[in-house]
Every structure is written in C-alpha cells, then in structure tokens.
C-alpha cells in the first residue's frame, strides 16, 4: 500500500492506494499550518505504509510534506519532476513546464488496457488535456469558475465579489446569481468545446474523464457518458510509483 499526496493551489488531497483503488482519503486546505499537515497524515498512515509519492503546485508546502512522510515511513517520497519516470511519455515542447496534477491525472486515466483518454481537471484552473497512444500531447488551460467571479469583480467596478458555493446557480434574476450562473455554464461550455477540438486533433474517440473540485458542481451541465472519478490524479500517483524508486 502507497500513500498519495496531490498538493494543489486550494487543498492538499492525501488517500492509501492499493491494487488501483483508494481505500481511504483525507482532504485539507493547502494553508493548513505544518502541525495540521502532520497530524493529518500520520492519522492515514497510521504505521501500514512503507512507500509515498507527492505531486505539487506548490513548492513551498512541497518540503513540508516531503520531511513529514520521511518521518512517518523512515524513507524519502517519490517527488514527481521533470525526470521521474512514468507510465506515458510526455510529447510536449516543454515537458519540464507541464504542471504534475495533469500528468498525473493522465497517468490515472490510461490504467489497463487504455491507450486514450482525454482529461478534465476542473480546479482552481480548469484542464483538458490529450492522452494519445499512451503519449501526453497537451490541451487546453482554461480558467476555473471561481476564478471567473474573482476576475469579473477584480476588473470592473460594480460587480461584486462572491463565493461560488452561494445560492443561486442556474438562474439570472439579479446580478450574483447571474455571475454564478455565468460562471458555472461558461466553465461547462469550454469545458466541452475544449474535448471536441481535442477529439477533433486525436482522430480516435477517447474517453473522457473528469475530476478535480469543481467536477461535481459542473457534472449536471457535461456530458452523461463521461466518466466522473474524484481521486484520479491520486490513482495516476500510484501509477508512477510502481515505476519509480524511493531514496532511501
């Protein structure tokens, strides 16, 4: 068993993965102080692990957490980079720049016998991303819903600033639900728009896959046939990690 920790720009997602499955997950903001950071993670482990792996997007809490599971598994965690070594190949211009929530979420995505996918990481941004013959190609950065309402205040002078998780979403009767609203259709349009350019690119039909934050708030406005997996960035850590060696 592998504990898995994703360190995104708003939560630090920890789960135990074994033989493909998340048997247990916690979630934690990522301001979270380093005791907190701690005592979460040694309340999962709890003595049954031996190996981890960390993805970050933030390399201020990447430390933190690399030191924590040195002391809860007596061995340094796999820290994914530019040259760790994977289960798909990056076919990118500048690998060393794709950010590894998406490779990881890639990874996840073409467990078995998959050689396509395509990948939707609905965060703080939004990612849709290609995965062709087992090859990462790259996609489409879009931003998140929360970041919509955030710029919509930011950058004019009347509209307010509000919190996505209000009331009000899928009506337009005053100005906050009307953002709202905006803000979740507009993701969901890119979103979609976003898959067809990539289907339209592949010349295969992938399947697609959605995860991240925001994925349930969105999912009633995509697609039904798409496949909804709320810890596959965590799955595609437990991927590279059975290709990857730990320090010790």
């Given at each position: 068993m592998i504990v898995c920790v994703d360190i995104g720009n708003s939560y630090i997602k920890m789960?135990?993965?074994d033989a493909g499955r998340v048997r247990r997950a916690r979630v934690i903001e990522s301001r979270a102080s380093s005791a907190e950071l701690e005592r979460t993670l040694r309340l999962l482990v709890r003595g049954r692990v031996t190996r981890g792996i960390i993805a970050s997007v933030l390399p201020q809490r990447t430390e933190t957490m690399r030191r924590a599971l040195r002391r809860e598994l007596g061995a340094d965690p796999v820290v994914v980079g530019a040259r760790t070594p994977l289960p798909i190949r990056m076919a990118v211009?500048?690998?060393?720049?794709?950010?590894?929530?998406?490779?990881?979420?890639?990874?996840?995505?073409?467990a078995g016998r998959l050689r396509h996918a395509i990948v939707v990481d609905a965060g703080s941004a939004i990612t849709v991303d290609l995965v062709r013959d087992r090859r990462f190609m790259g996609g489409l950065i879009i931003p998140g819903p929360q970041m919509m309402l955030d710029a919509l205040h930011e950058f004019t002078a009347q509209l307010p600033g509000l919190a996505l998780a209000?009331?009000?979403?899928?009506?337009?009767d005053d100005t906050a639900r009307a953002m709202r609203t905006g803000a979740v259709v507009g993701s969901a349009g890119a979103i979609e728009a976003g898959v067809r350019l990539l289907r339209e690119a592949s010349g295969v039909r992938?399947?697609?896959w959605v995860t991240g934050g925001h994925a349930a708030r969105l999912s009633s406005r995509l697609p039904s046939e798409w496949v909804f997996v709320p810890h596959l960035t965590l799955l595609g850590l437990a991927r590279i990690a059975a290709v990857s060696r730990p320090r010790r």
């Open positions: 789960a135990l993965v211009r500048h690998p060393e720049r794709v950010g590894t929530d998406r490779v990881c979420a890639a990874c996840g995505a073409v209000g009331e009000g979403i899928g009506r337009f992938p399947r697609v």
